[in-house]
C-alpha cells in the first residue's frame, strides 16, 4: 500500500526563523520511511522546496520512494502558527485511496493485514475532554460560515499520527470539511483549531457517509505493549529536549536498529550531520 509522509517547513521557519529537524526526529523519520518499505509498500514524502533541500542537502531523498514538494501551494489563508499540521490535510488531497497516512515521529513496525482493515483504521480514538475539543461555540468564525449540520459532535475523535483510508469519497469529504473551517477560521489557539480539522473532522466525516471508524489498538493498550507493533514519539520528544541523557538513549537505539535492519543505507545516514555522532 502508498504511504506518505509530510513535512510543511512554514510552521517552523515562521516561529524559528529558520527550518531544522531535531536529531530524535531524524531517527524517526529514517526508521519509519524505511520499515514501511520494507513491510507494507510504497512510501512518499511531501514536503515543499525548503524542506526537499533540506533532505537533499543530506543525501536523504532515497530513504523515500518518491519526495514531491506539493506544499508549496498550501494556500496563504492557512495560518501556519494556528494550523500547524496543516501539510498533512494538503498531502492527502492529491492522493489516491487506499493510503496510510503516517507521521514522520511514528513507526510501524511489522506487516498489517490490509484486507482485513475498514473505510478507515485509525490508531487510536481519544476522549472528549473539552480543554483539547470543546463545544462548537469556541470556535470563532467568520461571518458567513456555518458547521454541517450532520456533523455529530458527540462522537470520540480519532488520532490521526497513523490511519490506513480506503474510501474516496470519505478522503474527500474529509478534506473538503477541514479545508473549508481552516479557511473560515479567525485567530485563535494554537490547539484546538488544529486538532478539530485534523482529529475531531475525520470519524465526524465518516459517520455522515455511514463509515464506522476502526482502530488498530487503543491507548492503554498502546502504553502496554504497543512498541512490538507501533512506535509514536510525541509524547516523549519534550523530555528529551530537557534530558539529555534520554535522548541521548534513544537515538541510540534508533542507531542500533538502522545498523542491524538497514545497513545498506549506513554510508548516507553516518554522514548526516545532525546524527553522525550515533553512528561512529
Known amino acids: 500500500m502508498q504511504a506518505i509522509h509530510s513535512n510543511w ?16 526526529d531524524i531517527m524517526t523519520t529514517i526508521l519509519s520511511a524505511l520499515k514501511w518499505r520494507e513491510k507494507n509498500g510504497t512510501i512518499k514524502m511531501v514536503t515543499d522546496s525548503t524542506g526537499y533541500e533540506f533532505y537533499k542537502k543530506r543525501d536523504m531523498l532515497s530513504v523515500w520512494d518518491e519526495v514531491t514538494t506539493e506544499l508549496n501551494d498550501i494556500p496563504d489563508y492557512v495560518k501556519p502558527n494556528q494550523f500547524w499540521a496543516a501539510g498533512k490535510l494538503f498531502a492527502l488531497k492529491n492522493e489516491d485511496t487506499p493510503v496510510a497516512a503516517i507521521d514522520t515521529d511514528f513507526i510501524v513496525w511489522d506487516r498489517l493485514a490490509f484486507d482485513n482493515l475498514g473505510d478507515i483504521t485509525v490508531i487510536h480514538r481519544e476522549e472528549l475532554y473539552s480543554d483539547v475539543y470543546p463545544e462548537i461555540y469556541h470556535f470563532n468564525m467568520k461571518r458567513g460560515y456555518v458547521f454541517n449540520p450532520n456533523l ?16 474516496r469519497d470519505l478522503k474527500d469529504l474529509y478534506v ?10 479567525e485567530d485563535g489557539d494554537n490547539l484546538t483549531y488544529m486538532v478539530f480539522a485534523e482529529q475531531r473532522l475525520l470519524p465526524m466525516c465518516a459517520n455522515m457517509l455511514g463509515i464506522e471508524t476502526k ?6 493498550k498502546l502504553f502496554c505493549d504497543g512498541e512490538r507493533y507501533f512506535t509514536h514519539t510525541w509524547g516523549m520528544k519534550q523530555q528529551m529536549r530537557e534530558d539529555n541523557a534520554l535522548r541521548y538513549d534513544f537515538c541510540m537505539r534508533c542507531a542500533r536498529r538502522i545498523k542491524s535492519d538497514f545497513s545498506e543505507y549506513l554510508p548516507i545516514i553516518k554522514k548526516i550531520p545532525e546524527i553522525k555522532s550515533y553512528f561512529t
Open 9 to 24: 517547513s512554514r510552521p517552523r521557519t515562521d516561529a524559528c526563523n529558520s527550518f531544522f529537524v531535531e536529531d530524535f
Open 176 to 185: 473538503k470539511e477541514a479545508m473549508e473551517f481552516i479557511k473560515n477560521s
Open 215 to 220: 482502530e488498530f489498538s487503543n491507548i492503554e
Open 152 to 167: 455529530d459532535w458527540r462522537l470520540k475523535p480519532a488520532n490521526t499520527a497513523f490511519y490506513v483510508m480506503k474510501n
